[in-house]
Every structure is written in C-alpha cells, then in structure tokens.
C-alpha cells in the first residue's frame, strides 16, 4: 500500500516568510509525528498527534511553529517568519496505534526545507 | 540523561563481512520496544527491526538481528554479509509503554561499506 508522503521535497524560500509543510500519513494510522534533522544531526522531535487528543506540542522549537492535523489524517506544519536556522529536513512519521510500545513509525521522505 | 547512546559517529565494513552497530538505552519502564531505522543517503527513514523487552530470543529479520542484552541495556545491531547498499546512515530508537508517544531516537552511526 501507499506510504507516508510529504509534499513539497523541496522548498527553498526567503528570510521571513512563512511556509507550509504537508503530510500524508499512512491510511488508517492514528498517530503522526513530525521531526526536524538538521544536516548530518540526529531526528528532533516536534509534535505528536493521536487521534482526536490534544497534540503533544512539547518539542517546538518556538511560537513560529504549529501545526494541525484535519480529519484526523492529513497534516500540515507551518512555520512562520522564517529564520535560516529553520533549514533543515522535517520528517514526518505515521504509526498505526498509540498504546503499545511495540509498534513502529514509518516515516514519509522527508521535506528539504532551505532559508536563503 | 541520554535515552538512547550509540558511541559510534562513523563505521567503516569490508562488503561480504559482518558489522556490529552499538547501541546502549536507559529507562526504568519494565515495558518498551528498541527500533532500528536506516537512512540512506536520499534521507528516508526505513524500519529494519524491533526487540520488546519481553522477547526471549533476539530478533531477527534477514540479514539484520538485534544482539539484545537486557541487564546490560544494549540493544546491538548486527548486519551480516555487509553490501554496498547497506552504506548508510543507521538510528537506534526507544518507545516506553508509559509514554508511548514519545520515540527517542540516537545520535547515528555512519556505516560505509567498502568494495
């Protein structure tokens, strides 16, 4: 079947701008993370979503970050006014059910976001 | 403290040998699953393998097995008969049943393999 996917692969913008970042998630997975990988770093989380339950927001980075997931399916990462730090890979990450601790993620390809 | 350590930045493995990537974890959750994921360089995260706490032997998924020592809170990967292929970047992760919303994944380890 279809896996996670993420659109744009690439984005490349301007200082201050806001983007938008999409996610696929898998059919019928309920949980969606997304991570931020810096080149050559390890995966930083950024937010978690279950279901109809509140968000887990813990990880982002700062108020110019959000995001939202509609219909339980389809996501969307925002960053506003962005900052050249804000270049990085963001991954995007499904699983199928949230209370177990055996289950994986399977992660989409990734969105290359560059901030001139 | 650091959920999950691998100690090895950058490994290097003649194709057709075997390669252990190492991997320590720390938590107190008496329930939790070890991931690994590899990540080539066109940068998709793939699922290779998982061990639960609970398993009694280690997993195995063709040429990949997870050398698992519980008391001493390693959780090894072990790829034999290296390709060329298998050069990439390669993360272990945690998920505890207590806060199963939460992965906490490793710095990395950069495998080469070499012809």
């Known amino acids: 079947g279809a896996g996670v996917s993420q659109s744009p692969s690439n984005k490349v913008t301007e200082k201050g701008k806001d983007v938008e970042l999409r996610c696929d998630p898998i059919s019928g997975h309920t949980a969606l993370y997304w991570y931020r990988q810096s080149l050559g770093q390890g995966l930083e989380f950024l937010i978690y979503?279950?279901?109809?339950?509140?968000?887990?927001k813990s990880g982002l980075p700062s108020d110019r970050f959000s995001a939202e997931r509609t219909g339980g399916s389809v996501s969307t990462l925002t960053i506003q006014r962005t900052q050249q730090e804000d270049s990085a890979v963001y991954l995007c990450a499904s699983s199928p059910s949230r209370d177990s601790s055996s289950v994986a993620q399977y992660f989409g390809p990734g969105t290359r976001l560059l901030v001139l | 403290a650091q959920k999950i350590t691998q100690t090895q930045p950058g490994m290097f493995v003649q194709e057709k040998e075997a390669v252990t990537l190492d991997c320590t974890y720390d938590t107190s959750d008496p329930s939790y699953g070890l991931f690994w994921y590899k990540q080539p360089s066109s940068g998709e995260m793939i699922f290779l393998i998982y061990q639960g706490s609970y398993d009694q032997q280690n997993a195995t998924e063709g040429r990949y097995s997870l050398n698992f020592q519980k008391a001493r809170k390693s959780a090894n990967l072990v790829i034999s008969a290296s390709q060329l292929g298998d050069s990439a970047m390669y993360f272990c992760?945690?998920?505890?049943?207590?806060?199963?919303?939460?992965?906490?994944f490793g710095s990395g380890t950069k495998l080469n393999v070499k012809p």
């Open positions: 992760a945690m998920r505890e049943h207590s806060n199963f919303n939460k992965f906490y």
């Open positions: 979503f279950q279901g109809n339950s509140a968000p887990d």
